[in-house]
């Protein structure tokens, strides 16, 4: 596990553990709920206009206010348990050290997979007219015998093998990943860079992989919409303005260090 992966595990970690947290409090806060509500008799109503109804109308009140507490802690809770799930499930981060290797083992198997269809195609046409035959041959070529079948099913159009299109997106996938390699490739031969301008210091990162925008205080609501609105958003855990350290990132800070640059020096 490289160090992405231990935070992506430590992130997960942190997620579940607030979720148990939560459950528990739900748990607690329910049974108080329950056990407020065991005092008053089973089908008691209020009784109307005796000495004991506005206390008893509080009594019940805060009975619902507190089971509403719990449903909502335990929605906390469905919701960072969501959250915990859905830590690394979002493909290759270009954050991980092990990306460009990552990405390059899926162009991998995205090419043995456009060869494969390619193949089967020719297959497909070779036996034309003999099912036993084009599933015989598919097998032979590395498919399971379910999936053979399923190759020389007719589709919604009355198409056998693999259509066109899914050859076509596959490309286009193949093409995207490469140059989202060549960007990281680009990525790990810049040097870090470190800048001192007009109230701030502007740091690209390239352990971090961040373009970074940092100032003794915060700034003020003007630098903060110039920050803004060239995509930096502010980051506690590195007390920084950031972006992902990218041809885009840098361009936009060039754009942002000439903003500030020409305002007035507080």
Request: charged fraction near 30%.
């Amino acid at each position: 596990m490289n160090n992405y992966e231990a935070k992506q595990q430590a992130r997960k970690d942190r997620y579940l553990a607030k979720s148990q947290s939560l459950t528990d409090q739900a748990a607690t806060t329910y049974e108080r709920a329950r056990t407020m509500a065991e005092v008053i008799p089973f089908g008691q109503p209020i009784l109307i206009g005796h000495h004991s109804e506005n206390r008893d109308r509080n009594y019940r009140n805060r009975i619902h206010t507190t089971y509403g507490k719990a449903f909502a802690e335990q929605d906390k809770a469905d919701h960072y348990a969501h959250k915990a799930e859905g830590v690394g499930t979002g493909g290759i981060s270009s954050d991980d050290p092990d990306a460009i290797e990552k990405l390059t083992a899926q162009v991998q198997a995205l090419r043995k997979n456009q060869d494969l269809m390619k193949a089967a195609n020719r297959l497909i046409r070779k036996h034309s007219g003999d099912p036993e035959k084009q599933v015989s041959a598919l097998v032979l070529a590395g498919f399971a015998e379910d999936q053979a079948q399923k190759v020389i099913t007719p589709d919604f159009a009355g198409r056998i093998g693999f259509a066109s299109y899914s050859l076509t997106n596959n490309n286009a996938n193949i093409r995207r990943i490469e140059q989202r390699i060549k960007q990281l490739e680009v990525n790990r031969q810049r040097q870090p860079a470190h800048i001192e301008g007009n109230g701030y210091e502007y740091i690209e990162d390239t352990d971090e992989n961040r373009a970074m925008f940092v100032f003794s205080g915060k700034p003020p609501k003007e630098t903060r919409d110039v920050l803004k609105r060239h995509g930096f958003r502010w980051s506690p855990s590195r007390n920084a303005w950031v972006r992902q350290l990218n041809n885009a990132a840098i361009y936009s800070a060039r754009s942002v260090r000439a903003e500030l640059d020409a305002a007035p020096s507080a």
